[in-house]
Nanobody, 124 residues
């Protein structure tokens, strides 16, 4: 089992920045690819970003490319999502997820473990 706890969400003005954190416990963190997903009100959960086990490789949804940065610190068992130039359409509950793989999964059903989510609200 892997337990994931997100933090760092909140209310921010459009154009502002936030950094989300996801702390992992339970298994060897560095064995897992880590992803971020989000779910806006009334919409399905969607892929945002992911990082491979080493942190060397990342992948982003087109909607956040150039604005969001996904990184990890394996010594701290934590993955981060740095969000800049935030837009009202970025408002959502953000979830981190873990998948035991060497690749960078982008599909929701690839991931085995999920956090409870943290709410990000971007006000115009």
């Amino acid at each position: 089992q892997v337990q994931l706890v997100e933090s760092g969400g909140g209310l921010v003005l459009a154009g502002g920045s936030l950094r989300l954190s996801c702390a992992a416990s339970g298994r060897t963190f560095s064995n897992y690819a880590m992803g971020w997903f989000r779910q806006a009100p009334g919409k399905e959960r969607e892929f945002v970003a992911a990082v491979n086990w080493s942190g060397r490789d990342t992948y982003y949804a087109d909607s956040v490319k150039g604005r969001f940065t996904c990184s990890r610190d394996n010594a701290k068992n934590t993955v981060y999502l740095r969000m800049t130039s935030l837009k009202p359409e970025d408002t959502a509950v953000y979830y981190c997820a873990a998948d035991l793989t060497d690749f960078i999964p982008t599909r929701e059903y690839d991931y085995d473990y999920w956090g409870q989510g943290t709410l990000v609200t971007v006000s115009s």
